[in-house]
């Protein structure tokens, strides 16, 4: 019994040491790098300006009530297949209207 204690007791030492090794000390670093421009987009460009607007319908059981915002700056993409890819959209809400002035307060 006391022979398969000393080859036991060493054996897993041993096992022990192995196992708490850390794997990721065997590894390279990670490189970090300026993100590359994205590639353009073919399609076609719209962008928004004074003239743009948008709007929306809200709708209730009684009837619905029209409105949008006035002031949209921005732009965006669309592809050949309908897609729409990059962009960006600002809506100021404070230039929010309605079809009821109570409604636009």
Do not use: Q, R
Request: proline residues 3%; negative net charge; hydrophobic residues 35%.
């Amino acid at each position: 019994m006391k022979n398969i204690a000393t080859t036991l007791v060493p054996a897993f030492a041993t096992l022990a040491l192995f196992s708490c090794e850390n794997p990721a000390d065997k590894t390279t670093d990670a490189k970090v790098t300026e993100a590359a421009p994205a590639a353009a987009t073919a399609g076609t460009k719209y962008v928004l300006g004074e003239s743009s607007t948008v709007g929306f319908t809200g709708s209730k059981v009684t009837g619905s009530h029209d409105g949008g915002f006035k002031t949209v700056t921005g732009f965006f993409t669309v592809g050949a297949d309908d897609s729409v890819s990059g962009g960006t959209i600002d809506i100021d809400v404070n230039s929010v209207f309605s079809d009821d002035e109570k409604l636009t307060e």
